[in-house]
């Protein structure tokens, strides 16, 4: 079983910079990718940026040039550089992971959730 605790959330001003962090427990192998969702009041969670089982990044175009996802080596800690904050990015961010994902920013894809942290941008 896997399980994910995140943290960095916070409140910054537009343009602004915060940076997330999601500490991987459990078995964790290479079927597995890994990705950060996020979900703003009375919207749907959408995908924000994953990296894939191979090592591949994948992000959405609203975060692109924005928004960099990385781990570390041991692949235990997962992080969002988040830069050039935009009003428009607050919300509850989640860290998921999930085995022999496809389709790379689904929400369906994912098993494991994180119970998320939340970033607030102002303007």
Same mark, same amino acid.
């Given at each position: 079983q896997v399980q994910l @605790?995140? %943290?960095?959330? /916070? &409140?910054v001003q537009a343009g602004g %910079?915060? +940076?997330? %962090?999601?500490v991987v427990s459990g078995s964790i192998d290479r079927s597995y990718s890994m990705g950060w969702f996020r979900q703003a009041p009375g919207k749907e969670r959408e995908g924000v940026a994953v990296i894939d =089982?191979? /090592? *591949?990044?994948? &992000? &959405?175009? &609203? @975060? +692109?040039g924005r928004f960099? !996802? =990385?781990k570390d080596d041991a692949g235990k800690t997962l992080y969002l550089?988040?830069?050039?904050? *935009?009003?428009?990015d607050t919300a509850q961010y989640y860290c998921a992971a999930g085995r022999y994902v496809a389709d790379h920013?689904? #929400? !369906? #894809?994912? =098993?494991s959730w994180g119970q998320g942290t939340q970033v607030i941008v102002s303007s």
């Amino acid at each position: 079983q896997v399980q994910l @605790v995140e %943290s960095g959330g /916070g &409140s910054v001003q537009a343009g602004g %910079s915060l +940076k997330l %962090s999601c500490v991987v427990s459990g078995s964790i192998d290479r079927s597995y990718s890994m990705g950060w969702f996020r979900q703003a009041p009375g919207k749907e969670r959408e995908g924000v940026a994953v990296i894939d =089982s191979t /090592g *591949r990044t994948h &992000s &959405s175009d &609203s @975060v +692109k040039g924005r928004f960099s !996802i =990385s781990k570390d080596d041991a692949g235990k800690t997962l992080y969002l550089q988040m830069d050039n904050l *935009r009003p428009a990015d607050t919300a509850q961010y989640y860290c998921a992971a999930g085995r022999y994902v496809a389709d790379h920013l689904a #929400e !369906i #894809e994912y =098993s494991s959730w994180g119970q998320g942290t939340q970033v607030i941008v102002s303007s």
